[in-house]
């Protein structure tokens, strides 16, 4: 028996010429939310595919609890995938059911399982719906309900955000957390890098099918140049400009925010902003995982 992981192990993968993936690895722990993220094209989707098995590896191996996933194991992972796989004209119930009982649960396990699951996620009032007749995010409501009626060991979602609206995305946000917590490795994909930012325990950056960063948010940010937000209401448009070892990096109304070089003293730069008046506001902050994902994105574009 291994740890619970869920280990991608250097997998490449090509389609003709393009090439998706280059030997592309991490892993994510028993217990572990894990934000998969990058470009459009990137190869996240491919990646999955691949860990859940419905697409082959050219080479490289995937993993869970130490051994490699085989059919048998495929059947304990929860995936929601990206073009989203419901039937459109069968019931909701009826389909979750039959879901759950292709992943081998008895008739009445299944039917308690998507009581719990529909109740749970906002649509048990939908059951008896054809799936058509949802909106979208209601549709993947029971997209996300379908990937786990089954009690999945690991969850696979491939953006499972997109197009929720704020109250859908609390409740799948929950829900992730609680399956994490529960011990299960949760992998999605997102494009909505704030909401990764708030909930991930890691996240691998991915651009060309290669993993460029891989590490905690706290981590990846502490790369970045440290920031300082000064508002300071009286200063004239410039004020900052012949700071040394000071770049501006925005100026939005009273608002500065400025990138600092290493060694530099904030305390100078607080002197020069009260010497034009008032400061109302004076902090300091690590760039946002979404500006680092643009400059990794960017030095890719740039190699
Ligand atoms: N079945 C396929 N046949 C040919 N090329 C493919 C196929 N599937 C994916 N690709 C190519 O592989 C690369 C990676 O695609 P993939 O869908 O994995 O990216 P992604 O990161 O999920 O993108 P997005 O954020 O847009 O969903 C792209 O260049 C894509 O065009």
């Given at each position: 028996m291994g740890d619970g992981r869920l280990e991608i192990d250097r997998i490449s993968k090509s389609f003709g010429d393009v090439v998706?993936?280059?030997?592309l690895a991490f892993d994510v722990r028993a217990g572990e939310l894990f934000g998969f993220v990058g470009s459009n094209g990137a190869g996240k989707t491919t990646a999955m595919r691949i860990a859940l098995g419905v697409l082959a590896a050219d080479s490289g191996e995937v993993r869970w609890d130490g051994a490699p996933v085989t059919l048998e194991t495929r059947r304990r992972i929860g995936y929601m995938p990206e073009e989203r796989g419901l039937y459109p004209k069968m019931k909701v119930g009826e389909q979750l059911v039959y879901l759950a009982r292709l992943h081998g649960l008895t008739p009445a396990a299944a039917e308690r399982a998507v009581a719990d699951w529909t109740e749970r996620l906002g649509v048990a009032e939908r059951v008896g719906d054809e799936v058509q007749k949802l909106s979208l995010g209601n549709q993947q409501r029971v997209q996300l309900a379908a990937a786990l009626v089954h009690d999945p060991g690991i969850l696979v979602l491939d953006?499972?955000?997109?197009?929720?609206?704020p109250v859908a995305v609390d409740v799948m946000s929950t829900v992730l957390r609680d399956k994490a917590k529960a011990g299960v490795p949760v992998v999605f994909s997102s494009h909505q890098l704030d909401l990764v930012e708030r909930l991930c325990d890691r996240v691998g950056i991915v651009r060309s099918g290669q993993l460029v960063a891989c590490d905690t948010v706290d981590a990846l940010r502490s790369t970045g140049a440290m920031e300082l937000v000064v508002d300071a209401p009286s200063a004239p448009p410039?004020?900052?400009?012949?700071?040394?070892?000071v770049a501006v990096k925005e100026h939005v109304g009273s608002r500065t925010v400025l990138e600092l070089g290493d060694g530099v003293d904030d305390q100078a730069v607080l002197r020069a902003a009260l010497a034009t008046g008032a400061v109302t506001e004076f902090s300091r902050r690590r760039p946002s995982l979404t500006e680092l994902f643009r400059n990794v994105v960017a030095d890719g574009v740039a190699a």
């Open positions: 998706a993936l280059r030997e953006e499972p955000f997109s197009g929720l609206d410039g004020w900052a400009d012949n700071l040394s070892g």
